[in-house]
């Protein structure tokens, strides 16, 4: 069975090189093949984004400016694992209660994303959701939020975007392609409880 295999070197020596207000940079030093090796980390809390559906197949994006891709992207409403003991599930209600003014009755997992694990420690979960329901009262928004557009798309609209190159967000792409291509083959989203073993919180 083709599988990533978890297991992580002991990290032998660790310097903070930066300390940031969302991430840090550690220097890690490990043994690999006999070799001790020092690699620059981004510590990163983690995070989780939602695929809301509504009943007409269409996806709840977010239109947010960001400033270091140079350009405003379209999203799946998303937010960091930055508070203590937080369950990723809550975690993922309360950021799309909080982007979108949007709450779910259904909730599955449909996958986990390590965006850029040369690199970061930054995992994903990415949640499906339905059964969406408006809330009664719209969420006061900051910063790059407060000037977010919120847009329901049929999915086949934007995986048609995905796949014409005109969709750049990586947690967007790989959610929105894994769901057509779990339609596709008549495949169910995984429990909403499925481990999230490679999240360095959860880990057993």
Do not use: K
Request: with cysteine.
């Amino acid at each position: 069975m083709l599988a990533d295999a978890l297991g992580q070197q002991p990290v032998l020596a660790r310097e903070q090189l930066f300390a940031g207000r969302v991430w840090d940079v550690e220097g890690q030093e490990f043994e690999l093949g006999g070799e001790r090796i020092r690699r620059e980390v981004v510590v990163h809390p983690g995070a989780v984004a939602v695929v809301a559906m509504n009943d007409r197949d269409e996806v709840c994006l977010v239109h947010q400016y960001r400033h270091p891709a140079g350009g405003t992207l379209w999203e799946l409403p998303a937010g960091l694992l930055d508070v203590h003991g937080e369950d990723p599930l809550a975690a993922a209600q309360r950021e799309l209660a909080e982007e979108t003014d949007l709450a779910a009755d259904t909730w599955r997992t449909l996958l986990d994303v390590s965006t850029t694990g040369g690199g970061s420690t930054e995992i994903i979960r990415v949640y499906l959701a339905t059964d969406v329901r408006e809330l009664p009262e719209a969420f006061e928004r900051t910063h790059e939020e407060a000037e977010m557009e919120r847009r329901w798309v049929p999915l086949a609209e934007v995986v048609d975007a995905a796949l014409a190159m005109r969709l750049h967000n990586a947690t967007l792409l790989s959610a929105v392609l894994a769901l057509e291509a779990m339609r596709a083959r008549g495949a169910s989203p995984h429990p909403v409880d499925a481990p999230f073993d490679w999240h360095p919180a959860h880990r057993p």
